[in-house]
């Protein structure tokens, strides 16, 4: 029997009088590639904000690997083994992209302010394991060789590649990617299919909103469908695409 890593149950997100999210419930299992569709202002981008502790439940609760997270910090979240990325790329402009990648490695350093403070042998071998694993991801992700570019600098394409590398540098088990694929041209989104199945292969669960209904189809194993912050499908890329729920509320007919 697969196991369960992410329950969603009975989740309510609350903007005074507005439903964002409105008793949703939903679950991801472990080493699954997951899909959440629906029309712009359905609620995909909030349900991740929910799940990664940036909002707070209305009403409901969410649990990681059997542990409640709903009232958890994101930085505890990212701790528990959760990280994302966002639908613009949250990068640090003024950094090289090497130095992004390794700021994803924070939540696994075990140096304090004093230990960076002092020039401790301990603290340089950590500084250098940390930038060690930083080029094992550019190189995973075919950036090596941008390593010392400033963020701002590369293009938008890699920038997005960039977000996904830092966020695998926390070691999840859960990677949420919020639309990856939107302002990439045809090669870029194929590329990023094959990566998804190869950072599948490594046993990380994805869990990932997506426009691009093509790329949805041809690599997710499940979708769950939203409208109106509401649950109104879920199975397999076949058994959604003949939804008549679905096509009345996201594709636009039949």
Known sequence: ??????????????????????????????????????????????????????????????????????????HQITREGIARTFQIPHLFPNMTVLENVMVGRHPKTKAGIFDVALPLQKTRVEESTIQRDAMHWLDFFGLANRAFFLAETIPFG?????????????EPELLILDEPAAGLNDTEQENL????????????????????????????????????????????????????????AYLGGS
């Open 1 to 74: 029997m697969e196991q369960i890593l992410l329950e969603i149950n009975n989740v309510t997100k609350a903007f005074g009088g507005l439903f964002a999210l409105k008793d949703l419930t939903s679950y991801v299992r472990r080493g699954q590639l997951k899909a959440i569709i629906g029309p712009n202002g359905a609620g995909k981008t909030t349900l991740f904000n929910v799940i990664t502790g940036i909002y707070s439940c209305t009403a409901g609760e969410i649990k990681f690997k059997d542990k409640i997270i709903t009232r958890l910090k994101p």
């Open 158 to 170: 890699e920038r997005r590649i960039l977000e996904i590398a830092r966020a695998l540098a926390t």
């Open 193 to 248: 299919s094959q990566l998804l199945k190869q950072i599948q292969a490594m046993g990380v669960t994805i869990l990932w909103v997506e426009h691009n209904i093509r790329m949805v189809m041809n690599i997710s194993e499940e979708i769950m469908v939203i409208d109106w912050g509401q649950k109104i499908a879920e199975g397999n890329p076949k058994e959604i695409q003949s939804d008549k729920r679905v096509i009345e």
